[in-house]
């Protein structure tokens, strides 16, 4: 997998994690729910990435990192459109979990395939990239989440 598509799925995927962050309020306010409960949408996505990639070391080295990225995109994908049509509190938080298991098979396959593909004495070059798009991911994330929410109309 190229370097700068690498890059794009880390940040895009490490903006999914932390888009709905600024729209807290909004989802109290639309779905009745209180603040400790609108805060399990980042809670609920955090906590399997605490775990989960040691589950999926094992799991990359029986499939191709490559199969186990676009596996976990394509169901990164049709979570975020069923997160973006939701008509439940109860399903946007199932959903949220999901992402949380999903989040870090892209993040721990793509981290494999670039220690695979990269030569040694470019390798922490490329992880440094690696990492810089995990923190640019969660900045426009939220960013974005943020812009939008103040100014487009949410119907």
Request: glycine share 6%.
């Amino acid at each position: 997998m190229r370097l700068y598509l690498t890059l794009i799925i880390t940040a895009m995927t490490t903006a999914v994690l932390y888009a709905p962050q600024p729209l807290l309020p909004v989802f109290a306010a639309d779905f009745g729910a209180g603040k400790s409960s609108t805060a399990l949408l980042v809670s609920l996505t955090l906590a399997p990435l605490a775990v989960a990639p040691l589950l999926y070391g094992y799991v990359v080295e029986l499939l191709s990192p490559v199969r186990i990225i676009r596996i976990s995109i394509l169901i990164l994908a049709l979570s975020e459109a069923v997160f973006a049509f939701c008509w439940s509190f109860p399903v946007l938080l199932a959903v949220r979990v999901v992402q949380g298991f999903t989040i870090p098979a892209i993040l721990t396959s793509l981290m494999t395939n670039i220690s695979v593909q990269t030569p040694a004495n470019r390798l922490q070059r490329i992880m440094d990239l690696y990492i810089a798009a995990t923190i640019t991911g969660g900045v426009l994330g939220r960013l974005s989440a943020g812009i939008f929410s103040s100014y487009l109309v949410l119907w």
